[in-house]
């Protein structure tokens, strides 16, 4: 069974710092891996999707590298400014075959502020 | 471009009652649809997804079902609400081809 994580659970910053989130994976059989942001309240906008053959994918300041091996991501977000302050979540979607196919597992999110 | 719709936002019902939330997609062809829920503290949770009219696979057992009566439309429904039903639900759509998904914009569920 696959099990995400992400850590920290939660990380306070001051504009303009350059800061990283951390995902880890249990099971390396992924099709891909996407970042999402989550404001309160609403629904999940994609950030960045990296497929299993890639190692990174970059947008504006944001870049997410992904190790399948080792089972790691990380998104890190440039010059962090208080519109970033949202829940950044992973999600990993497993390979074909099996029962599930093309189900997303999430790890529980990191709560990102950024202070003026 | 494809964009997905997802419908009512917020919705207060009694324990006991119906329910009936709709989810369609524009733009696309034979998406597969999946139903999601996160509830108050906890991570997201798949409910159900299809990969066509009609197929409709359920990951957990719940007080709820989910129907596609057409390409792009998906439903979750209940017959007798229960309070641990309260939650977010998102809809989310993905090509075949498998790349990545596309949420909707979430129903907030209150049962009381």
Redesign the interface.
């Known amino acids: 069974k696959q099990e995400v994580t992400q850590i920290p659970a939660a990380l306070s910053v001051p504009e303009g710092e350059n800061l990283v989130l951390n995902c880890s994976f249990t099971d390396s059989a992924i099709?891909?891996l996407?970042w999402?942001r989550q404001d309160p309240?609403?629904?999940?906008?994609?950030l960045l999707?990296i497929q299993s053959s890639q190692r990174e994918q970059t947008s504006g300041r944001l870049n997410a590298s992904l190790d399948k091996s080792s089972g790691r991501s990380t998104l890190y977000i440039a010059a962090s400014q208080p519109g970033d302050s949202a829940t950044y979540?992973c999600?990993v979607?497993r390979g074909?075959g099996g029962?599930?196919y093309?189900?997303?597992t999430?790890?529980?999110?990191t709560i990102l502020t950024v202070h003026p | 471009s494809q964009t997905i719709h997802?419908w009512p936002a917020t919705l207060v019902q009694p324990v006991g009652s119906p329910l009936s939330l709709e989810c369609t997609v524009e733009g696309t062809s034979n998406p597969?649809l999946?139903w999601y829920r996160q509830a108050a503290g906890?991570?997201?949770q798949?409910l159900f997804?299809s990969?066509g009219i009609g197929q409709i696979?359920s990951?957990v057992p719940q007080n709820l079902s989910a129907s596609r009566p057409q390409d792009r439309q998906f439903i979750l429904s209940s017959k007798k609400l229960l309070l641990s039903d309260s939650g977010?639900y998102?809809c989310?759509w993905?090509g075949q081809g498998?790349?990545?998904?596309?949420?909707?914009?979430?129903t907030?569920l209150t049962v009381v």
């Open positions: 099709y891909n996407q999402f309240g609403k629904g999940l906008t994609s999707l979540l999600a979607r074909a029962t599930s093309g189900k997303l999430f790890g529980q999110g | 997802q597969n999946y906890r991570g997201l798949l997804y990969v696979s990951e977010f998102l989310a993905s498998g790349l990545g998904y596309t949420f909707g914009s979430g907030r």
